[in-house]
């Protein structure tokens, strides 16, 4: 675990692995969960057992990932549907100035490389999200996404 920044009020499982250059703080890592190198997972995510976090991913707060979750590499989630780094009389916002809108992946889903996810959406159990793809909205349960925004391309 070279380089990595995890904060005292991170809760980790038993048996997970973490590679290099990861930043965490405020989260819960389920056990037996790998993250691989160059992610960060803000305050308030979950991450469930038995998970596998490829690197360069973005996890962010407001996002709960249940067990047995396949997460790609370079995967961002979104947690705020109208961003802005200043409000009207200029001054730059705060978290009192905003609501993160939770995100939720589902048991066995498998979420492809490059995947941008927005926020407010549940991408079902044992759902598959195609590489590139951007999830604009709820993905059933055991079906392929792929595409943007993201489309039904079949069920399991």
């Known amino acids: 675990m070279e380089y990595c920044i995890i904060r005292d009020d991170v809760k980790l499982g038993k048996d997970v692995k973490i590679f290099s250059f990861v930043n965490l703080y405020g989260c819960e890592i389920g056990d037996r969960t790998k993250i691989g190198a160059f992610v960060e997972i803000q305050k308030g995510v979950i991450v469930g057992k038995d998970c596998k976090i490829s690197s360069h991913t973005f996890i962010c707060e407001g996002v709960t990932i249940e067990d047995r979750v396949f997460i790609g590499h370079n995967v961002t989630f979104i947690n705020d549907k109208f961003p802005r780094s200043a ?3 200029g001054s730059m916002q705060t978290e009192a100035d905003w609501a993160v809108v939770p995100t939720l ?3 066995g889903a498998s979420v492809g ?18 590489a590139g793809a951007v999830v ?4 059933p349960d055991n079906a392929v ?3 943007v925004p993201a489309r039904l391309i079949r069920n399991l």
Request: aromatic fraction near 0%; charged fraction near 25%; glycine fraction near 12%.
């Open 105 to 107: 992946i589902k048991e």
């Open 87 to 89: 409000n009207e009389d």
């Open 113 to 130: 490389s490059s995947t941008t996810v927005l926020c407010g959406v549940t991408i079902g159990r044992n759902a598959i999200v195609g």
């Open 136 to 139: 604009t909205r709820d993905v």
């Open 145 to 147: 996404v792929a595409g």
